[in-house]
């Protein structure tokens, strides 16, 4: 499979507490990004990681890579409600572009 | 608002029916993607663009479906005879092409979709 596949399928957290979201794939790849997207709406890009690259940070998103293990995991800190989306790893391989898995499906009540 | 466009943001067709949806990417992105989403799953990779060229297609793009860029501007995806099977989100994405060793860096930026419902 070309594309990765996000673990859980669904997450369902309190305000404040952290959200961890896994994604394992099975080809080499060149980076790997993680999308959001609220219901109905398109994908909003967060964060790309290259293979050389094994952790980077924005705001409260923080993504690893482990390219021996070919998986990556997304944490969301100190989670608020607005976070509440669909999470979508993508990768894209040598040659061709990206493919996304079925997503993660987090719910933070408030 | 400079991102990109879709239109229309509904359809609602009969089957049997022909629909084209449109696509106005980012200016200057001179790649343009085509994705397919159903309820609950991920985008599914249609079709790319590169400029007006059309690089690759997915097996899941049947021959009832067409998908142009005739300027390397705005580009169209039309279904032939839609099915009930063709009801989902169709996403546009656009992307600017860098060098082959800067395309590691390339983001794709998407735009709001267009709903389907073949009834």
């Known amino acids: 499979s070309q594309q990765g596949e996000e673990d859980p399928q669904a997450l369902s957290i309190q305000e404040g507490e952290n959200a961890t979201m896994n994604c394992s794939y099975k080809?080499?790849?060149?980076?790997l990004q993680w999308y959001r997207q609220n219901s109905g709406r398109g994908l909003v890009h967060l964060i790309l990681?290259?293979?050389?690259?094994r952790e980077k940070h924005s705001g409260r998103l923080r993504v690893t890579l482990d390219t021996s293990k070919k998986s990556s995991s997304l944490l969301i800190t100190a989670s608020r409600a607005a976070d509440t989306a669909s999470y979508f790893c993508?990768?894209?391989?040598?040659?061709?572009?990206?493919?996304f898995g079925a997503g993660t499906r987090l719910t933070v009540k408030p | 608002d400079t991102g990109v466009s879709q239109d229309p943001r509904h359809k609602i067709t009969k089957r049997g029916q022909n629909v084209t949806f449109r696509c106005d990417p980012i200016?200057?992105?001179?790649?343009l993607y085509w994705y397919r989403q159903t309820l609950g799953q991920g985008p599914e990779f249609l079709t790319y663009?590169?400029?007006?060229?059309?690089?690759?297609k997915s097996r899941l793009l049947s021959d009832r479906f067409s998908a142009e860029r005739p300027k390397g501007s705005f580009s169209t995806l039309e279904i032939q005879r839609t099915e009930q099977g063709d009801s989902a989100m169709y996403l546009c994405?656009?992307?600017?092409?860098?060098?082959?060793?800067?395309?590691?860096?390339?983001?794709?930026?998407f735009g709001e979709g267009s709903w389907l419902t073949v009834v």
């Open positions: 993508a990768i894209r391989a040598e040659f061709n572009d990206m493919r």
């Open positions: 080809t080499s790849i060149n980076n």
């Open positions: 990681i290259r293979s050389n690259e």
């Open positions: 200016s200057e992105h001179n790649r």
């Open positions: 663009f590169q400029n007006e060229a059309q690089l690759e």
């Open positions: 994405a656009s992307s600017p092409f860098l060098t082959f060793f800067k395309s590691s860096g390339n983001t794709i930026y």
